[in-house]
């Protein structure tokens, strides 16, 4: 019960108040609730509090075997749902040394990387509407909403995907998805100049993002933070660069880093230029996507991981997501844990939000990326 | 020229005509308005807006009010009731007064005040009480949080609003409003006075609380800030004050700077209005294409380049009309 002692207001002084920011909150992306300390504009204290999305995916893994809990798999994070959806059975492939027939990898990264331009992009909305700016909100949907449409032809859903399956993926991609995806990059990639004018170039928003919010690479090392926050303070640590999975040596990308020291903007240019790359590694994908089957000729009707630990890592649209499998040798899991970027990265508001305004609080929330149900999982 | 007590007392059904009519202009006015905005926020963000109800959309609006008239008026148990309720009246009431201070076209004016100007200015600070009212009676952080913000808003741009409105007054060596459009006939004071203009139209986009300076009501801050607990057609008040305020905020800029009536081919009313819907549209512009300017940033911004640049101004005004 010493936590909950240490929420109680400090009522002794009458210059500072508390200030709940969510459940219900227009900028908390979801119910997340900060409980802010104030003074006057100020913020001398944040405790997020957590929890108000708790679905129980680890438990519900617990009582399940493998191929039931793939659907799952998505839901945790709603915004990027093909790369975990993905990761997982990445993460089984591992566990069970199946090994993935080429097409159906390079038919992942393509799917993965429209995913990560998809979740890039509505954080670059809701980021800007944080901070007040209406239209790159809409701007950003519009073309969100062809790369919903490009993965809704392939995999029947435009949200929560379950497209893969334990050694390859279900559906094939056909000439029409090929052409709607190179067609989407060339048009994407000027549409980047776009926001670039926009929303980078835009004073305002460098005044409101410059010198915000700075997580420095100390601060990350104490706190394991990761993605593109980790990256905005200038360390070049990508998972798809360092432990390469699934077939992303073969490909050229660079991991951009940023160049401020770790504030807002050095986040906002970290994720444009990460979407620059993913177009990149596309367009690479496209030119080089083999013929062949598109699941593993061999896969195990029972999934039974051999009894130990597994643990597998992919880089997610907000950074090192993890999944960690006990398993005692039977088809279910022991223990499943999550390791959620958004919840690493949410853990470090009580020291960064400490000494800016309240206006700050939401670009440096917003900045960060977080997925609520991501966080409470 | 008659004096104040003569129009109330002598004249009072051309008073009860014109108050009745500024009540419509400023009901079909912001009724227009809120559907160009929503027109026009649609177009930039390409989206079509509005379209179902009338040609256009054009009775979404009406449609909207006649909502917010039928819901219920929920008054929270929380707040000062006096304040609460009087808040909305004290907000929009000033607006009203100000619009009958508008001359429209040469002579179209409800009376030609010697010191219009002043009167304008100190009503339209007015309604500032109205917003302090609202976020203080409603006895809610987010609400109060806004009201603050919004009392340090308007109490800084006011004064570059009036820097900038003082050398228009030394050139026409007049404070009515009838008179400064009337000095503009050859050419409008935009040319001479374009830094006045640009402060003006700055610091008077901040008065009306809209983005980028729309800090006291910033949705993804404080919710809606000082209007927070106010809902239905108490809210709709609200809304209807910011249309009017810009409204009066153009009129006064296109009458100041802009020529007011004066233009060729088209009757002098039309050129008003032309005018003041031309602003109009720039500063719905404004906000559908800004992000939000943060506390701080905006208090420096009026202290240290707005007032600055406003004196400085007025200084080369001076000697310029001096020598």
Redesign the interface.
Same mark, same amino acid.
């Given at each position: 019960m010493a936590e909950t002692m240490e929420l109680v207001p400090d009522a002794t002084d009458p210059k500072t108040y508390y200030l709940n920011m969510g459940p219900q909150h227009p900028s908390t992306h979801g119910v997340l609730r900060i409980r802010l300390h104030l003074e006057g504009e100020r913020i001398l204290g944040a405790d997020p509090i957590i929890g108000y999305g708790h679905r129980a995916h680890e438990k519900m893994a617990e009582n399940r075997d493998y191929l039931q809990f793939l659907p799952n798999s998505s839901r945790v994070d709603y915004l990027s749902g093909m790369i975990y959806n993905l990761a997982y059975c990445q993460a089984i492939e591992h566990a069970i040394e199946l090994d993935v027939p080429e097409r159906a990898e390079v038919i992942r990264i393509i799917c993965g990387e429209l995913n990560r331009i998809s979740s890039h992009l509505l954080w670059l909305g809701t980021f800007v509407l944080d901070l007040g700016g209406f239209t790159p909100f809409l701007y950003g949907f519009d073309d969100r909403e062809k790369i919903l449409d490009i993965l809704d032809s392939i995999t029947g859903s435009r949200l929560t995907y379950c497209y893969g399956r334990f050694g390859g993926v279900t559906m094939d991609v056909d000439d029409e998805f090929l052409r709607r995806t190179s067609d989407f990059c060339d048009y994407f990639k000027r549409r980047l100049g776009e926001f670039d004018e926009l929303v980078t170039d835009n004073v305002i928003y460098q005044q409101r993002t410059k010198d915000v919010g700075v997580i420095s690479s100390d601060l990350i090392q104490d706190y394991a933070l990761s993605g593109p926050v980790l990256r905005a303070a200038g360390v070049a640590h990508d998972v798809r660069k360092t432990e390469p999975y699934g077939g992303y040596d073969r490909f050229d990308f660079d991991v951009p880093v940023g160049q401020r020291g770790g504030d807002c903007f050095d986040r906002h240019t970290v994720r444009m230029e990460e979407m620059r790359q993913s177009l990149r590694i596309i367009d690479q994908a496209l030119a080089c996507l083999p013929d062949g089957p598109i699941m593993a000729a061999k896969v195990p009707k029972r999934i039974r991981p051999p009894a130990g630990d597994h643990y597998f890592a992919v880089e997610s649209a907000r950074g090192h997501f993890g999944m960690f499998i006990t398993s005692d040798g039977t088809d279910i899991p022991v223990r499943h844990k999550l390791r959620t970027p958004s919840f690493v990265n949410v853990s470090t508001m009580p020291v960064v939000l400490p000494g800016t305004m309240l206006a700050d609080t939401v670009a440096i929330l917003g900045s960060i990326d977080i997925v609520v149900p991501e966080i409470d999982r | 020229m008659t004096d104040f007590p003569q129009i109330f007392g002598g004249h009072w059904p051309g008073v009860l005509a014109a108050t009745v009519a500024i009540m419509g202009f400023i009901t079909v006015n912001a009724l227009m308005l809120i559907w160009l905005e929503r027109k026009v926020?649609a177009r930039? %963000? +390409? +989206?079509y807006g509005p379209t179902e109800v009338g040609p256009f959309g054009l009775l979404q609006t009406l449609m909207d009010v006649v909502k917010l008239i039928g819901k219920e008026l929920v008054t929270p148990d929380h707040v000062h009731r006096p304040l609460y309720l009087i808040a909305p009246v004290l907000v929009f009431a000033p607006l009203l007064a100000l619009l009958s201070l508008i001359p429209i076209d040469e002579g179209w004016i409800f009376h030609d005040y010697d010191i219009a100007l002043v009167l304008l200015l100190a009503f339209s600070s007015l309604n500032i009480i109205g917003i302090f009212a609202a976020g203080w009676g409603s006895n809610n952080?987010?609400a109060l @949080?806004g009201a603050v913000r919004a009392v340090a808003q308007n109490i800084s741009y006011e004064i570059p609003l009036l820097l900038a409105v003082i050398p228009i007054v030394i050139m026409t060596r007049s404070l009515s409003l009838h008179e400064i459009a009337s000095a503009q006939a050859a050419y409008p004071f935009i040319l001479v006075q374009p830094l006045a203009a640009i402060i003006y139209f700055i610091a008077g986009t901040a008065e009306t609380n809209r983005? /980028?300076f #729309?800090?006291p009501e910033?949705?993804?801050?404080l919710?809606a800030g000082f209007h927070t607990e106010y809902s239905g057609m108490r809210f709709g008040v609200f809304f209807l004050a910011e249309f009017t305020h810009m409204v009066i905020i153009c009129s006064v800029a296109t009458i100041l700077f802009l020529g007011g009536w004066h233009g060729p081919l088209l009757p002098g009313w039309l050129w008003f209005f032309l005018k003041v819907y031309g602003l109009i549209l720039v500063m719905m512009w404004f906000?559908?294409?800004? /992000?939000? @300017?943060?506390? #701080? %940033?905006l208090m420096s911004f009026a202290w240290m380049i707005l007032v600055p640049l406003a004196l400085v101004n007025l200084l080369v005004t001076t000697v310029v009309l001096k020598l």
């Open positions: - | 926020s930039i %963000q +390409r +989206r952080k987010y @949080l983005a /980028p #729309d800090i910033a949705e993804s801050e919710v906000r559908w294409t800004f /992000p939000r @300017l943060r506390f #701080d %940033q």
